[in-house]
């Protein structure tokens, strides 16, 4: 371990204190007010984790992993790649880096486009080997992921589903980079398919040594696939902890009910009782204290007026008044652990 | 995962281009449309070359000779002649030429300057979207008739003259039917992932943009080299598009106009023609558009 080169030691994809504020202009004649989508969000992914990013729709997760492909400029904060910051680095220079898989294979494949020229279109635009090897190079990929070679010359809308997404798979990792946002890659597609994909990408995340952001609102397919998992709420990560701990005991009153959401197969159940409530919170005008006290069962006076504290540093955290104590306990413990082993700590 | 077979045939993969041909000629509109306006142009080209009489050939002693499906008429002058004993038949083939001419050189440039305007003002947004958007609404409040009148009447008409003024005039609709669809694809996935590639802005442009709105560009085109041919007729017909010995089907809608009452057929022959020219190009436009729209899902 004292070999390892120095760079591991950084966690691969690393934001501190991310935030990104949108201006809205709600009416012609209203002031412009601020939207912030994503909150000061500080997350670690160490090579090989696959960390689950779960919330409702409008939580942020998008704004979150296209703040990390580049496709935006944080607000504030830093967004670090092997311990490099990433601001003012072009989108292409981070590309061979990090590269997403979308949601909807129906849309991100350009229908006038062969498979081959689109698992190819990364080759040539970063150069990468001669262009006459692109034709071996993309059947090795389509190979890879589960693509007869007959198919190269296909175009996508003769495609099912699940092809499609096996192509836009092959497009994202044929740069060979580390990290992969996977943005609810499998909510798409029939039910029968699905799990063909994320026995894919599972497949290949030990393969290739991956890194994955997996973003999903299905925690059964967190549950399976995620080696932590960070729960986000009106941009904030409200918790974030090892997801057999986050599974078995949610500490957070909102991941409670995230988890009781569920839909269990079991007959006579009806319909799970999260106790939520119908309204989600309009994220431009967000509630004082904690944004989540409108909706938790839990709230406390406090809660009305001081927003609970975030933690930065150690891997497990919530952000709710109910673990106050119980959070500081942990990160001294986290930060004991940490400073008496000497491997770097993945978790 | 699925054994690959290297050795399985390639399977016959019709490209979406092939596929789209095949529903155009299961298009009836389509089908004769592109029949009429093909058999137009045919007769753009090579009709002169068949007839004996030239455009601007008078013969004072046969004017106003009647087609030949009329009483007095004969194969020599098969639509007749006019008030200049000029061959009718000839002046309709030269004119279908300048027709062709207007409708396909307005829309190059119309067809430019619009797509240019409105794909920046779609993918760009913001700024640009409005400088852009204002253009429009300044061109579209702009009487269009009367600003290609006064500058005609101030330039002086020829067919170099009317193809620059409608050009310029004529690209409001380019621009706002490639600015919405322009829009539609923005935020669409495919780009988002060319983009995370580090694709270039002219890349995403022309390679992941451009090839998807091409079949509302088609369909714009069609319409308005309809639009741009009519108006050539009108100003041609107010004695203010192409120079008279010229022979234009608005300008021969126009001569005729004085003996509308006695010899009708100088008006209905080119107007028949302008009607059919119009309707083959509408036709094809209108198909254009049914025929690709399913594939947008």
């Known amino acids: 371990m004292v070999t390892d080169p120095p760079t591991t030691a950084h966690p691969v994809l690393e934001l501190r204190a991310v935030s990104k504020v949108y201006r809205v202009q709600t009416t012609m004649f209203n002031r412009p007010r601020d939207l912030r989508a994503v909150d000061d969000v500080s997350l670690q992914l160490h090579r090989g984790d696959v960390l689950g990013l779960v919330g409702e729709s409008g939580c942020g997760k998008s704004t979150l992993s296209r703040l990390l492909l580049g496709l935006e400029a944080p607000t504030s904060g830093e967004v670090l790649i092997d311990g490099k910051p990433m601001t003012g680095t072009s989108i292409r220079d981070r590309a061979r880096r990090i590269q997403p898989i979308f949601q909807d294979p129906y849309a991100s494949l350009n229908p006038r486009k062969t498979v081959a020229d689109i698992i ?115 941009g904030r990560i409200i918790e974030a902890r090892k997801s057999t701990q986050l599974f078995a005991d949610p500490l957070h009153p909102y991941s409670k009910a995230l988890l009781d959401s569920v839909l269990t197969p079991e007959i006579g159940m009806g319909l799970p009782e999260t106790n939520l409530g119908a309204t989600f919170p309009n994220p431009i005008d967000p509630p004082p204290g904690c944004a989540f006290h409108p909706r938790c069962g839990h709230a406390m006076q406090r809660c009305h007026k001081e927003r609970p504290p975030t933690l930065r540093e150690g891997s497990d955290r919530v952000e709710c008044w109910l673990h106050d104590d119980l959070e500081a306990e942990q990160t001294r413990a986290v930060d004991a652990q940490r400073s008496t082993a000497a491997t770097p700590d993945t978790v | ?48 070359f068949l007839i ?37 038949l ?20 119309a067809g430019t300057i619009g797509t240019v305007l409105g794909v920046a003002a779609g993918y760009f947004g913001g700024r640009v979207d409005m400088v852009v958007t204002f253009l429009i609404s300044v061109r579209l409040s702009t009487p269009l008739v009367l600003v290609a009148l006064a500058v005609v009447s101030i330039v002086g008409g020829s067919l170099q003259v009317v193809v620059l003024v409608l050009g310029l005039l004529l690209w409001d609709r380019f621009a706002v039917v490639m600015r919405a669809s322009t829009m539609q694809l923005r935020a669409i ?44 007729a009108v100003l041609s017909f107010l004695g203010l598009g192409v120079k008279p010995p010229t022979p234009s089907w608005g300008l021969m809608i126009a001569e005729g106009r004085e003996v509308l009452l006695f010899e009708p057929w100088l008006i209905t022959i080119p107007g028949l023609a302008l009607l059919t020219l119009v309707l083959s190009i509408n036709l094809v436009g209108d198909g254009i558009r049914d025929v690709t729209s399913p594939e947008d899902r």
């Open chain 2, 1 to 48: 995962m699925a054994a690959v077979d290297h050795n399985a045939p390639v399977e016959a993969a019709p490209s979406p281009h092939r596929a789209m041909l095949r529903r155009a000629l299961a298009h009836g509109g389509v089908t004769i449309g592109a029949g009429l306006l093909l058999i137009i142009i045919v007769m753009a080209v090579i009709g002169p």
């Open chain 2, 90 to 109: 000839a002046r309709l083939l030269y004119g279908a030429r300048i027709s062709l001419m207007i409708g396909f050189g307005t829309v190059f440039i």
């Open chain 2, 52 to 88: 004996a009489h030239g455009p601007y050939d008078q013969d004072l002693t046969a004017r106003l000779v009647p087609p030949i499906w009329m009483e007095g008429g004969s194969w020599e002058h098969p639509f007749g002649t006019d008030q200049l004993g000029r061959d009718y």
């Open chain 2, 189 to 232: 996935e495919y780009v988002t992932a060319a983009r995370a590639i580090g694709c270039s802005t002219p890349r995403i442009l022309t390679r992941e943009i451009m090839p998807n709105v091409m079949n509302n560009l088609i369909v714009v085109t069609t319409l308005e080299m309809a639009h741009a041919i009519l108006l050539e």
């Open chain 1, 120 to 234: 190819a279109l990364p080759l040539r635009v970063h150069s990468i080997g001669e262009r006459s090897d692109d034709a071996k190079r993309v059947t090795e990929m389509m190979d890879r992921v589960g693509l007869p070679a007959r198919m190269l010359l296909n175009y996508p809308n003769q495609l099912s589903g699940g092809q499609r997404q096996r192509v836009a798979i092959a497009r994202a990792l044929v740069m060979r980079p580390e990290i992969i946002i996977c943005d609810e890659p499998t909510s798409a597609l029939d039910v029968s398919v699905q799990s063909q994909i994320l026995n894919l990408l599972m497949d290949l995340h030990d393969e290739f040594g991956l890194t994955y952001l997996f973003i999903s609102h299905d925690l059964s397919v967190v549950q399976h696939i995620a080696s932590r998992v960070a729960v986000m709420y009106l």
